[in-house]
């Protein structure tokens, strides 16, 4: 992949017959009240009209939200015509018990699954010891599911390497473990150093893997929040991101109009370098998706 801007005109890169079409992905995380599944169907109903690839729903390590994650992936189509993914983690359970959600899941119609393994309840940093009786890892899990049915599987990566790699060379061996035993695609973590992107997809293609590795993009929805779940998952903060939103927390106007600058410079950057496919982390809000998707060039249907 090249790091080098393509030097084409703007208009032909967004919308040119002779670049591929662009693809999103939007994901959600279950509501927990009443008004949070409010603002989630609000949030899926703007944005539908943009007809995202999918929309996924996370799944809480553990099987947590296991109820509520079913139940809001079974009523996305429905609703809004769009394919639903759901995500589903082997974490803390037993193959028979994860078996039994993906039936679950085809039961409802749902025929795509974001595979992971999750994390211990201590987080990231905690060891993580499988079960006996459960899936080992990731790949584990995603060779489980495909024996299971026939479903479009999706499966993460890290432009940063994941916390518990104990290298470079260990952490795209998974991966290519991952995209082996049936992965479509490789969803990466949030990172908001392109190079990193760039220098984590030329490793994975040289290591003969040639899914798609589709960006997950983290609009900056409240800076504090979001450098929170940074440090939780290992994505580095760089000093001038945090600097363009320094002393911004209660101008919350100006912190938007920063959010979606350095969000379109993101994503303005990936698109220019060749980069047609894109994952969004929504925090089940519109807003910052609605004005990417158009700096992408993506209009609502019906425009
Ligand atoms: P794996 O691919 O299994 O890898 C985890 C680590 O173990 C890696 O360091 C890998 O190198 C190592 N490893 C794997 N196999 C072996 C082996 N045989 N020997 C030695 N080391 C090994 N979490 C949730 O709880 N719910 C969600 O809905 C959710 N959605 C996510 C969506 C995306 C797009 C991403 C990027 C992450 C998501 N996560 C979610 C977080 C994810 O669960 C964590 O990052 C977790 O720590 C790792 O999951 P994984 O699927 O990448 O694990």
């Given at each position: ?58 799944y809480?390590?553990?099987g947590?939200?296991r109820?509520?994650t079913l ?15 759901a995500?589903l983690t082997c974490?803390?359970a037993?193959?028979?018990e994860v078996d039994e959600v993906v039936r679950g899941y ?7 699954i ?190």
């Amino acid at each position: 992949m090249s790091v080098e801007p393509q030097n084409i005109d703007r208009a032909s890169r967004r919308t040119g017959a002779e670049h591929p079409p662009i693809a999103m992905s939007f994901e959600f995380f279950p509501p927990k009240s009443d008004e949070a599944e409010d603002r989630f169907w609000g949030s899926l109903h703007r944005l539908a009209p943009l007809r995202p690839r999918f929309v996924s729903v996370t799944y809480g390590a553990g099987g947590s939200t296991r109820e509520r994650t079913l139940r809001m992936v079974s009523k996305i189509t429905g609703e809004t015509g769009i394919d639903a993914a759901a995500h589903l983690t082997c974490v803390g359970a037993s193959r028979e018990e994860v078996d039994e959600v993906v039936r679950g899941y085809a039961a409802a119609g749902v025929n795509r699954i974001v595979a992971l393994r999750g994390d211990p309840p201590g987080g990231v940093g905690a060891p993580f010891e499988a079960r006996e009786d459960g899936y080992q890892n990731a790949a584990d899990l995603v060779a489980g599911i495909r024996r299971l049915g026939d479903f479009d599987i999706s499966v993460a990566a890290y432009p940063e390497k994941h916390p518990q790699s104990a290298d470079w060379d260990a952490d795209i061996d998974n991966l290519k473990r991952k995209i082996d035993a049936g992965a479509d695609r490789a969803i990466t973590q949030m990172f908001f150093n392109n190079a990193d992107y760039w220098r984590f997809a030329d490793r994975a293609r040289a290591a003969g893997i040639n899914a798609p590795i589709v960006p997950g993009i983290q609009p900056i929805h409240s800076f504090k929040q979001v450098s929170g779940f940074a440090a939780k998952c290992g994505t580095s903060v760089p000093g001038w991101l945090a600097e363009r939103f320094a002393g911004l927390e209660n101008e919350p106007e100006t912190h938007a109009l920063v959010a979606a600058a350095v969000a379109a410079e993101q994503v303005t950057e990936l698109l220019d370098s060749g980069v047609r496919e894109f994952h969004f982390y929504t925090m089940n809000r519109s807003n910052l998706v609605l004005a990417l998707a158009r700096v992408l060039g993506q209009m609502p249907a019906g425009r």
